[in-house]
């Protein structure tokens, strides 16, 4: 019998790929996702209050769309067996492969990195959900170092006074002091002078201090220490120094970018690999005008699509699809100043302020998760590679 189609990971590329691989493949080959954990986590909503609700069971969405579920860590890829060991000790055999292993947070290479806190999980989003309750009951005013002033950490900056008035009142978000550091000497250089108006408006009415062009030597649990000599004190520490691909994309043969993602084809498939596709932020991918797809997940979620559907169309001796996702937006989150939403490479401002957070909430709490109940047809349907199929019917809650 076929061992069918497996996909590795169970993030945004990791959960769609296997649903498109079913819609294409229909009765015709098994559909098996491989997940350390049994949810989708909702990664760019893990700077928000609550990160315990910012997940989605993988299991009953993959029952409803025929795709079999084996929790477990991918651990090595046996390229001519065509088989994948788990850290159980299981392998599974495929007879096309789908690597969306997502990424990793790139923790700074100094003294005490791991010390502080991260959002890149769930579960370390929580971590450090409880340490902000228990500073937001003192009696002091508390001070939050966020190491990283890319779009991540704009966005944990900006939430952190709400976030500790949840936990402890009003009063335990408006003492606190927020620094925001960075090596470069801008906020958020990745996105460009377009919307960085917005983002130093937002920044100054929040009271978020700024120490731009430092040099980051050693962490503690307490402080920040800097190349001049200089400490900040803090009750909390929390890193968001960008991302990297995750370990296992590593045991799929070929040429890497700088965040370690496979240079994959205009089909995704791993040049070097036979059978293998690669989706999601473990994936150097164009985006059929020039462009690299970014570790984000607007590009995840359809790169998913095409590697899944490729896959099954490889498989089926069929025409494989080329990516192609020129349509780019950014929507960044302000906190209380709203959100800033851009259009293009270039980055230019489409919305700001309200306008923008309407958009900007749509996205992170309606269009990104698989509808809550989705029936199998429905969520079939949501696996097109056609961005005019992809539009849930209905917003889902949090």
């Known amino acids: 019998m076929s061992d069918g189609i497996l996909v590795i990971g169970g993030g945004f590329a990791g959960f769609w790929a296997a649903v498109a691989a079913r819609r294409v493949a229909g009765d015709r080959a098994a559909v098996t996702l491989v997940s350390r954990e049994p949810v989708l986590q909702m990664r760019p909503r893990l700077y928000e209050a609550r990160p315990e609700t910012l997940g989605v069971e993988l299991p009953p969405l993959l029952e409803a769309a025929g795709v079999r579920f084996v929790p477990g860590e991918a651990t090595g890829l046996d390229l001519a067996g065509r088989t994948v060991a788990l850290r159980s000790g299981t392998r599974l055999g495929y007879d096309r492969l789908v690597v969306a292993t997502g990424s990793r947070m790139r923790r700074p290479s100094v003294p005490g990195a791991e010390t502080a806190y991260d959002i890149d999980t769930q ?7 409880r340490r902000l309750r228990e500073i937001a009951l003192t009696d002091r005013a508390p001070a939050i170092a966020v190491v990283g002033a890319g779009f991540t950490g704009i966005e944990m900056a900006l939430e952190l006074r709400d976030r500790l008035a949840e936990h402890g009142g009003t009063a335990a978000g408006e003492r606190a002091r927020i620094v925001l550091l960075d090596r470069a000497g801008v906020v958020g250089p990745e996105l460009g002078a377009g919307p960085r108006p917005q983002i130093e408006a937002a920044l100054a009415e929040a009271r978020v201090e700024l120490r731009l062009a430092v040099e980051v030597t050693g962490l503690a649990a307490d402080r920040v220490d800097l190349a001049d000599g200089q400490s900040i004190a803090a009750d ?41 596709f690669v989706a999601g932020d473990s994936a150097a991918a164009d985006t059929g005008d020039g462009h690299r797809a970014l570790q984000s997940c607007q590009h995840a979620l359809q790169t998913g699509r095409f ?4 896959a099954a ?17 950014t929507c960044l989150d302000l906190g209380r100043s709203g959100a800033v939403r851009t259009q293009g490479w270039d980055r230019e401002v489409a919305q700001a302020g309200a306008a923008g957070k309407g958009g900007q ?20 349907r949501l696996s097109s590679t056609d961005p005019a199929e992809q539009r849930p019917p209905a917003a889902a809650a949090d």
Do not use: C, H, K
């Open 123 to 129: 579960a370390e989003a929580v971590m450090l959900d």
């Open 307 to 310: 590697a899944g559907e490729n």
């Open 236 to 276: 909390a520490v929390v890193v968001t120094t960008g991302m990297v691909a995750a370990p296992f994309v590593a045991e799929v043969p070929g040429e890497r970018d700088g965040l370690g993602r496979l240079l994959v084809d205009r089909t995704l498939q791993a040049p070097a690999a036979a059978g293998v």
């Open 313 to 329: 169309r490889d498989l089926l001796d069929r025409p494989l699809t080329p990516y192609s996702q020129p349509r780019y937006v």
């Open 361 to 380: 909430g749509f996205t992170n709490r309606a269009l990104i998760y698989p509808p809550a109940g989705a029936s199998g047809a429905l969520l079939l």
